[in-house]
């Protein structure tokens, strides 16, 4: 009798592990297949500092190294922001504090820095947060000092400023990012940044800046109007499918893409998933109306939508709904990241692998899965490998 209740007692544990199971890995949980998928160098993790350009951007030139020479570089995130910093100063300087002085940048920043001033590998320089007693990037004290400094001297009532508060800021961004080098070795050789940044096997003019908006002609270029272009950079204009044409393009000739776009919408999620959410087609799901959805706390959409997982119904994107949403400021500049892959879930629905700076984080360590639908509604403008481009689209845009 005791074994009977023994063997009773173990088959119901083993069914109720089974339950919990099933009920920790719902059916709507999506399931992926890779099509296509780059190479790309290691997760890094911005912590707390608005730097995701600064991070994305470095990835992709990281993996644009990768596709040209085999080499698996780790480019240094400190020494961009330390030249961004001091030439975005000085801008706001020149401009008597009518701009903005802020953490973000775009890809250009990136660019520029290459361009003007080289690069070093991680190693040249203070590991992020070290000289301040952090394990990581933390600029809060940072730019509480930062900001405060540019803002008195580009609002000084002087007729005259001088050049001395140049070494102040250039003191203070040492002092949390540390100081850039002139000379450092590498592997056993000796360089500057910029016989550094020639040394990566790559072509500094190959890279353009890719949009898509109405306000301005197709197939010619402009700068995009957000706060962190502050470099006014050009981006050709596409229509939104050429635009993802480019972009399947790339993945699919080997080729990665800076991405820069919008993630606060609800349908970006912590966990590693991105969805393009149809408001008035999940609601309905939901048995409510669209009032009370809009009335649903945050934690409660995030449930609801969490529950239909891979199911959840998509916009379908459109031209018009990207202009409307950019004019109204519902299509915000948030956030850099890497788009290296392709996959689809157990639905056919199709997704790309997109690697973020937020450490490893979320159930696919670091990666996160944005549906086309969700890029297509809420990308900002990237920048490419002009190679990359289908030659019809180049073409078209004279390059």
Request: hydrophobic letters at 35%; aromatic letters at 12%; proline letters at 4%.
């Amino acid at each position: 009798m005791k074994k009977i209740l023994s063997l009773a007692l173990v088959a119901m544990l083993a069914i109720g592990a089974q339950a919990q199971d099933k009920e920790q890995k719902p059916d709507n949980k999506p399931v992926f297949t890779t099509i296509k998928q780059n190479p790309i160098t290691s997760v890094k993790d911005q912590n707390r500092s608005g730097t995701c350009w600064d991070y994305s951007t470095l990835s992709f030139f990281e993996a644009e190294i990768l596709k040209a020479t085999g080499r698996d570089m780790d480019l240094c995130e400190s020494f961009v922001a330390n030249k961004t910093y001091m030439e975005r100063a000085i801008q706001v300087v020149r401009y008597h504090g009518d701009c903005q002085f802020a953490q973000g940048g775009s890809a250009e920043d990136v660019l520029a820095t290459l361009k003007t001033h080289g690069i070093c590998p991680e190693d040249a320089m203070p590991f992020p947060g070290s000289l301040y007693g952090d394990s990581l990037n933390n600029f809060n004290e940072f730019f509480s000092v930062l900001e405060p400094y540019v803002a008195a001297v580009a609002k000084s009532s002087s007729k005259k400023i001088s050049n001395q508060w140049k070494v102040g800021l250039q003191g203070i961004l040492d002092a949390y990012l540390g100081e850039c080098p002139k000379e450092f070795t590498y592997e056993g050789k000796k360089y500057t940044p910029k016989s550094f940044v020639e040394s990566l096997g790559l072509n500094l003019d190959d890279y353009v800046s890719i949009t898509s908006y109405t306000h301005h002609p197709f197939y010619t270029t402009f700068a995009v109007e957000v706060q962190d272009n502050w470099r006014f950079p050009q981006s050709y204009n596409l229509p939104m499918d050429e635009m993802m044409a480019v972009i399947d393009n790339a993945i699919e000739q080997g080729y990665t893409v800076a991405w820069g776009g919008d993630v606060s919408e609800e349908g970006f999620t912590r966990t590693g998933l991105a969805y393009a959410i149809d408001t008035k087609a999940t609601e309905s799901l939901a048995g409510s109306d669209m009032a009370k959805w809009l009335k649903m706390t945050a934690a409660k959409k995030k449930n609801l939508i969490d529950s239909l997982g891979c199911t959840v119904p998509e916009i379908v994107p459109t031209q018009e709904m990207r202009q409307e949403r950019f004019d109204n400021w519902e299509l915000t500049d948030d956030h850099g990241m890497l788009i290296y892959g392709v996959a689809k879930d157990q639905n056919g629905r199709e997704y790309y692998m997109v690697k973020n700076s937020w450490g490893e984080t979320g159930d696919y360590k670091g990666t996160w899965y944005m549906t086309k639908a969700f890029i297509a509604a809420n990308t900002m403008d990237f920048l490419i490998n002009k190679n990359a481009i289908p030659k019809q689209i180049r073409k078209k845009l004279g390059i």
